[in-house]
């Protein structure tokens, strides 16, 4: 069982960088593929960012084309941590965001493959 915290969500004019984070309780970076999500106003959770493991070692990162470029995920095995760097930030993106993971597996990221969530954080983009 891995409990998922989110922090970082906030307003942030067109344009603007936000930094997520989202810590996890115990020694849990390396046993699972990490994952962000939004939701927006009346649509469905939809994926933004993820970590995939290729070896025991190293990773791969993954990104849909609505945020490639402009977000960047990232681990900190250290501490347990997880971020999301969002750059160049639109209305559009606005949306409150989830930390998820699941269990290392070669598959694309969709919510109902996840297993595990935090609470969400909103983030606001508007002028």
């Known amino acids: 069982q891995v409990q998922l915290v989110e922090s970082g969500g906030g307003l942030v004019q067109p344009g603007g960088s936000l930094r997520l984070s989202c810590a996890a309780s115990?020694?849990?970076?390396?046993?699972?593929?990490w994952g962000w999500f939004r939701q927006a106003p009346g649509k469905d959770r939809e994926f933004v960012a993820g970590i995939r493991w290729n070896t025991r070692t190293t990773y791969g990162t993954h990104y849909p084309d609505s945020v490639k470029g402009r977000f960047t995920i990232s681990g900190d095995n250290a501490k347990d941590t997880v971020h999301l760097q969002m750059n160049g930030l639109k209305p559009e993106d606005t949306a409150v965001y989830y930390c998820a993971a699941r269990n290392p597996k070669p598959e694309s990221f969709t919510p109902e493959g996840m297993s595990y969530w935090g609470k969400g954080t909103l983030v606001t983009v508007s002028s």
């Open positions: 115990g020694r849990t970076f390396g046993n699972y593929d």
